[in-house]
């Protein structure tokens, strides 16, 4: 019985931690516009917007409402703030093993081709 009630208690106060930290989780836009104007203009930024919408270009310059997003294909747009959920830097990927490997395995293949090729008299 008092188990019971331990257990109930438990799972009431899990339940409203829950609750307070998804009230909490919705981003503010102060926090954004610092997030926004701490980047170095033309970096590469993806924008999440409040109606799922995900924009990516560079970020051009700001104001005290929005920021604009300079993209190649549809130009320039000003994104508002307030519409903005979430922001992150846009990295690009190097892959220099994967490109060593590559270049390595053409060099080795070419190695062989004309070993062969001396072997077998045709250079």
Known sequence: MVIRK????????????MLTSLASAAPD??????EIVGMPVGTSIEFRLQDKQTLRGARGAASESGSTLVDARSGERQIAFDDVYSVKQVRVKSHPGRNISIGAGIGVVAIVIVALARHGGYL
């Open 6 to 17: 331990l257990i109930r208690r438990f799972i009431a106060i899990v339940c409203i931690l």
């Open 29 to 34: 836009t102060a926090s954004i516009q610092v």
